[in-house]
């Protein structure tokens, strides 16, 4: 059973032109993140949502957004795709604070600049 | 903010052992996670510590000593499908997690 969905699998967009994609949860957590990964390398956090509460990286670029209409969806939005923005990005939820939550990814939507 | 270092490979046989060593510097330590990712795939979870000492599940082993900021992934029984990056994580007070580059084991026949 999907927990986490991110559609779509692969995305191939045009040096400037936006894009948006999404993930989904059926797992009613009350966080999810948006994490960018480049080959051979860590997934780095973009921002993350607590219930609404949106909360940004310093070292996020203006170029990427987000939007949480509900506690199921959330959509990272890509203003203005450059070459460096090709990567693979990771959505992933986590529970109400305190425990061991863990952080459950998606399959990720691998982008593509051209 | 967090600094995490493991090795960048690690190449071992078909039924063998292989530990994987991380060590941490961090500003507010809430907990240290193994993510095991194949190539093009997402991470997916393998072991939680919080607390000093050993959590077993399975073939799977994860350490922790939080006074020398370190911890290690012991994988037992090696088999092919083990080939993969394994991904030592960090969360802290804020619970986000800061992830190391993730060391690329091979396992070989």
């Known amino acids: 059973d999907a927990m986490v969905i991110q559609n779509p699998r692969y995305q191939v967009t045009q040096f400037g032109k936006p894009v948006t994609l999404s993930c989904s949860q059926t797992?009613?957590?009350?966080?999810m993140y948006w994490y960018q990964q480049k080959s051979s390398q860590a997934p780095k956090l973009l921002f993350h949502?607590?219930?609404?509460?949106?909360?940004n990286e310093a070292d996020t670029p203006d170029n990427f957004q987000s939007r949480r209409p509900n506690t199921s969806f959330c959509f990272l939005d890509i203003r203005s795709p450059g070459l460096g923005d090709a990567a693979m990005y990771l959505c992933?939820?986590?529970?109400?604070?305190?425990?061991?939550?863990?952080?459950?990814f998606g399959p990720g939507t691998r982008l593509l600049v051209l | 903010g967090q600094n995490i270092d493991q090795p960048t490979e690690m190449t071992a046989t078909e039924g063998a052992i292989v530990q994987i060593n991380c060590t941490y510097q961090?500003?507010?330590?809430?907990?240290l996670f193994w993510y095991q990712q194949h190539a093009g795939e997402a991470p997916t979870f393998l072991s939680y510590?919080?607390?000093?000492g050993l959590e077993e599940k399975g073939r799977f082993s994860s350490f922790l000593s939080r006074s020398k900021g370190y911890s290690y992934l012991l994988l037992k029984e090696l088999q092919m499908k083990d080939s993969a990056s394994y991904l030592c994580?960090?969360?802290?007070?804020?619970?986000?997690?800061?992830f190391g580059a993730g060391t690329t084991v091979t396992v070989r026949a």
């Open positions: 992933a939820t986590s529970g109400q604070t305190g425990g061991g939550e863990t952080q459950y």
């Open positions: 797992l009613n957590h009350n966080v």
């Open positions: 949502y607590y219930d609404k509460d949106f909360n």
């Open positions: 961090t500003s507010g330590f809430n907990g």
């Open positions: 510590n919080v607390l000093d």
């Open positions: 994580a960090v969360r802290d007070r804020d619970y986000k997690l800061s």
